[in-house]
């Protein structure tokens, strides 16, 4: 993932159901404003578009 979208994925452990997705400071994808998980294309363009 590094070498393609410039990010180091790092997980953090947490508790229900909660499943963000920030770089830096930005938030790319919440799980909880969506109301679901996003497919990996979505969260590719997204990390893309940024």
């Excluded at 947490?14 to 998980?37: A, N, P, Q």
Aim: proline share 4%.
């Amino acid at each position: 993932m590094e070498e393609h979208l410039g990010v180091t994925p790092e997980l953090i452990a947490g508790g229900g159901g909660i499943f963000d997705v920030h770089v830096g400071e930005e938030l790319v994808y919440s799980k909880f404003e969506s109301g679901g998980f996003p497919d990996e294309a979505e969260l590719v363009g997204r990390l893309k578009q940024r």
